[in-house]
C-alpha cells in the first residue's frame, strides 16, 4: 500500500495475535510502504518485510517446551528465562531460516524502535545489509528490563524499545505517512502498569541510569497518553486499528493451545475486518 504506514505494538508472547493479522496481510499480498515495531513487534516486522508466512508463529509457539527461547527450561540450559540469542542468533540460521536476502532487497521501509539506556529517549533504527547487526538491533528492542541485560550497538547500551515508545504512531506520521494501520496486542480498555514491587526492584538495579529509571517508571503514564491519542485518531477516521477483542494472554504465556489460539484471533480478526481496511487505505485523506 502505497504512502501507508503500518505501527506494530509489543507485548511479548501477546504478539502471537499480530503475527495471525500479518500473515492474513501477507496471504492477500498486501504490504505497506512503511513499517515500524517496539520490542515484539519489531520480530514480528521482519516476517513481514521478508514475506515469509508462518515464520513469526513457528518460532514463537513451539510444543515441545525444550525449543522454546523462554522459560523454565531455558533457565535451566543457560540460565536465562528469556533467551534471545537463540531466538534471533540461532533460530534464524538453524532452526528456522530467516530470508535475509528477501529482507534487505525490500523496498518496504521499515524500523525498529530501542530505548537508550543513557537518555532513556526512543530511538528508530534499520539495518539492510548485515544480518548479524540486524539480529542485534531486534534483540536490543525486545530486551525487557529486570529479565535480560542490555544490549551494545556502536558503543551504546540499549533495552525494550517498549519502555520509551510502546505504540509508535508519532514516529510513523512524523515520517511523513497520512494513512496509518495500527495492530495493538492488548484489549480496548487495557493498559501497562508497574507493580510497587517491581518498581522497587528497578529503582535499585538501574540506579546507575537515571534517565532509563525514568523512562521505565513512567512508561504507564506514556502508555496511557498513547493510548489516548490512538483513540482520537480512531475517532477522527485517521487510523484504522485492530486489537484482540478478547481476553489477552500473559506475557510469557506457554500454553501450546492458547496461543495457537490467539495467533488465531489475530488471523481471523484482520480477514473479518479486511474490506474495512482496504476501504480505509482507498478513501482520500
Not at 530486551?143 to 540499549?158: A, F, G, H, Q, R
Not at 525494550?160 to 508519532?170: F, K, T, Y
Not at 501450546?256 to 482507498?282: A, C, P, Q, V, W
Amino acid at each position: 500500500m502505497e504512502n501507508a504506514g503500518l505501527v506494530l505494538e509489543g507485548g511479548g508472547l501477546r504478539s502471537v495475535f499480530t503475527a495471525g493479522a500479518l500473515d492474513y496481510l501477507m496471504e492477500r499480498d498486501v504490504y505497506f510502504s512503511y513499517v515500524v515495531g517496539a520490542s515484539a513487534g519489531a520480530c514480528n516486522m521482519l516476517a513481514y518485510v521478508s514475506k515469509q508466512i508462518g515464520h513469526t508463529r513457528d518460532n514463537m509457539i513451539k510444543q515441545d517446551a525444550a525449543q522454546r527461547f523462554y522459560g523454565f527450561n531455558q533457565l535451566l540450559k543457560s540460565g536465562k528465562l528469556l533467551d534471545l540469542d537463540k531466538m534471533f542468533f540461532e533460530n534464524p540460521h538453524k532452526q528456522k531460516p530467516f530470508d535475509f536476502d528477501t529482507y534487505f532487497n525490500s523496498e518496504i521501509e521499515n524500523e525498529m524502535v530501542v530505548t537508550n539506556c543513557l537518555t532513556g529517549k526512543a530511538e528508530y533504527l534499520q539495518e539492510k545489509i548485515v544480518d548479524n547487526r540486524l539480529s542485534t538491533i531486534v534483540k536490543a528492542s525486545s530486551s525487557m528490563p529486570l529479565i535480560t541485560p542490555m544490549v551494545e550497538i556502536n558503543d551504546c547500551k540499549y533495552l525494550d524499545g517498549s519502555l520509551a515508545d510502546s505504540i509508535p504512531i508519532q514516529r510513523a506520521m512524523a515520517k511523513g505517512y497520512k494513512k496509518n494501520v495500527i495492530i495493538l496486542t492488548r484489549n480496548k480498555g487495557d493498559t501497562a502498569t508497574l507493580p510497587y514491587y517491581q518498581k522497587k526492584i528497578c529503582e535499585v538495579y538501574y540506579k546507575r541510569y537515571p534517565e532509563l529509571l525514568s523512562t521505565i517508571l513512567t512508561r504507564p503514564t506514556m502508555y496511557r497518553n498513547e493510548i489516548k491519542d490512538i483513540e482520537k485518531l480512531e475517532a477522527e477516521g485517521k487510523v484504522f486499528v485492530i486489537r484482540p477483542g478478547n481476553p489477552t494472554i500473559k506475557r510469557l504465556e506457554n500454553d501450546y493451545k492458547t496461543l495457537l489460539l490467539h495467533y488465531s484471533r489475530g488471523y481471523y480478526m484482520m480477514k473479518d475486518n479486511f474490506e474495512s481496511l482496504i476501504k480505509f487505505l482507498s478513501d482520500n485523506i
